[in-house]
């Protein structure tokens, strides 16, 4: 198990195998939550690659992005702000 000493100034290093583990790069952003039982910490990654977020809103009554129907729609709404 991946162990990690704590400074003076209460910062530490993140083990290189947690690091792998969470993919993280310099820079990235690690949220730390308590957990209910009060004994325990999370760690995750907070920093998430949008490549991950793709398809996420995506449900089966969506219709493919139509850019000619995005034009007559901001036209329309443009015609009632008159």
Sequence with gaps: MPIATLTSKGQTTVPREIRDFLK?????????????D???VTVRAASVPLSELR???KTD??????P????LAAKKR???RL
Excluded: S, V, Y
């Excluded at 993280?24 to 209910?36: A, Y």
């Excluded at 009554?61 to 139509?66: A, C, E, Q």
């Excluded at 000619?68 to 034009?71: A, G, I, N, T, V």
């Design 24 to 36: 993280l790069k310099t820079g990235d952003r690690i949220d730390f939550q308590i957990n209910p």
């Design 78 to 80: 443009a015609g009632r």
């Design 38 to 40: 009060g004994k325990t």
């Design 68 to 71: 000619e129907e995005r034009r």
């Design 55 to 57: 398809g996420l809103l």
């Design 61 to 66: 009554r969506m219709k493919p992005f139509n």
